[in-house]
């Protein structure tokens, strides 16, 4: 985050608010989120897309009825994927107009709430979803706005689990197999459908403009065949071509992330040029960040309980650190391999200090599997003890948004720090909530 600062004592205080008092506070593990960071990456991003309501805030990375009132107050819009989020999005009276209902299997439920709405946008990516969406808004007496959700056919340089636009997927409908421009020709057709943009996402966690670059020439390479084959007239409400999210951010020191107005330059220059090369009406470029936006302000605080050193031969070892949390809290590490660090964050260490030293360390969760790790290497002061309290950064996106309730545990609280004070927007879960689903 970007107020997290660390004392004279060697106490951290993130937006002036001392770690060991949250953890004394909220329990651990706890994360903590610096809202002036995330409202002011809403805002670095609004600036780079020269218009706030161009951004979508993912909000899979994160949701909270108080976080879809921050993406509000800054005037972004917001996607949703299910019902459930859509229903969060709505307890914070967001402006339906600015609401983007995604998935690739939206129930006729989830559709027809999202109708019900009057969500501004809803991203069709199968043909039975194109006839199903028609007839739900002809039932209504509405036209539903719509993008096409299409297969670029971009190999995102990202782990294989989260890269979505290659051909051999779930998502969208393939620009090569010419399927896109066939679902383009049905939203036209549909009474009850307007087609109001083309969209793409090719990834996660990305950090070069290849991709992005590829997928914008395609998208608007299939903007041009549908000019030519429907003509401008046909096409007038079409104004927007969505970038989908996917701008990586830095989990440890040596990531170096690019800033959203590089991507937002990028990616307007080229459909302007591209545009403008085939005579085509520019649209507008809209992206739908969430890691980005959530991910570095968030840090997670966890107690350590035990320490263990491991020999691994050849006079080397391993010092396992179990933590309060784990794999329920954060599963990126067991599901994509993704690094971390780890810092002591409640007292000075003792490193440099009486002869004290940085050990190699792995940060374990307190579940029962091997693959629980939190941080897979990281150095620790030689004399992390039971009760010292450890920070992971950059834990903002899919970390809660993907916790379980594995081992029954409870979710740990979020909370909110500005300003010297901390806010509680999720409270921890209680061994009564683990048990209300329970019928006897
Ligand atoms: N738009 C669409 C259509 C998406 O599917 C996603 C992410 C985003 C936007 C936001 O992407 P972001 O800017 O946050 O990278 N659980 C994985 C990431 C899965 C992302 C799924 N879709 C992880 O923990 O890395």
Redesign the pocket.
């Known amino acids: 985050p970007r107020n997290a600062e660390r004392g004279a004592d060697g106490v951290v205080r993130l937006a002036g608010v001392d770690v060991r008092e949250l953890a004394e506070t909220y329990g651990t593990p706890l994360f903590v989120m610096d809202e002036d960071d995330f409202r002011a990456r809403c805002r670095e991003h609004a600036t780079a897309f020269g218009d706030p309501a161009l951004v979508?805030y993912?909000s899979?990375?994160f949701l909270s009825v108080e976080i879809a009132r921050w993406v509000a107050d800054e005037g972004l819009s917001i996607?949703v994927?299910s019902g459930g989020e859509l229903a969060v999005v709505l307890r914070a009276d967001f402006p339906p107009e600015r609401i983007t209902l995604?998935g690739n299997n939206k129930s006729v439920a989830e559709l027809a709430e999202a109708l019900d709405a009057g969500v501004g946008a809803i991203?069709v990516d199968s043909f039975h979803e194109i006839v199903r969406l028609d007839r739900l808004a002809r039932d209504r007496g509405v036209v539903a706005p719509v993008l096409i959700?299409i297969t670029v056919g971009v190999e995102a340089h990202t782990?294989e689990?989260?890269a979505?636009a290659h051909e051999d997927q779930k998502?969208g409908f393939s620009l090569a197999g010419r399927d896109a421009a066939e679902a383009a020709r049905r939203v036209i057709k549909a009474g009850n459908l307007s087609l109001v943009g083309l969209?793409s996402?090719i990834?996660?966690?990305?950090f070069d403009a290849d991709g992005f670059e590829v997928a914008a020439h395609r998208v608007i390479g299939l903007l041009a065949e549908l000019h030519a084959e429907h003509g401008p007239a046909a096409l007038e409400s079409l104004t927007t071509v969505d970038l989908?999210?996917?701008?990586?951010i830095a989990y440890t020191a040596q990531d170096d992330p690019p800033p959203p107005m590089w991507l937002a330059d990028q990616l307007r220059a080229i459909v302007t040029k591209e545009c403008e090369q085939a005579g085509l009406p520019v649209p507008k470029v809209a992206v739908?960040?969430?890691?980005?936006?959530v991910?570095p302000g968030t840090v997670t605080l966890y107690e350590v309980g035990t320490t263990k050193e491991v020999a691994l031969g050849h006079g080397t070892g391993r010092r396992y650190v179990s933590v309060d949390g784990g794999m329920s809290d954060n599963?990126?590490t067991a599901?994509?391999d993704?690094l971390y660090d780890a810092r002591l964050v409640s007292r000075a260490s003792d490193e440099g200090e009486r002869g004290g030293a940085a050990v190699l360390s792995r940060v374990v969760g307190k579940h029962c599997e091997t693959g629980d790790v939190v941080v897979r290497d990281c150095w620790l002061p030689e004399n992390l003890a039971p009760g010292d309290l450890l920070a992971v950064a950059a834990t903002g996106?899919?970390?809660y948004?993907?916790a379980s309730n594995y081992n029954r545990l409870p979710r740990p609280a979020v909370v909110a720090v500005r300003g010297g004070q901390a806010r509680l927007l999720l409270r921890r879960e209680t061994v009564d909530d683990l048990l209300r689903l329970e019928m006897t």
Do not use: N, W
């Open positions: 979508h993912a899979k990375s996607d994927c995604h991203v959700r782990h689990f989260i979505t998502f969209h996402h990834g996660s966690q990305i989908g999210g996917g701008l990586g739908e960040p969430g890691r980005a936006i991910g599963i990126r599901l994509y993704a996106a899919y970390c948004s993907m």
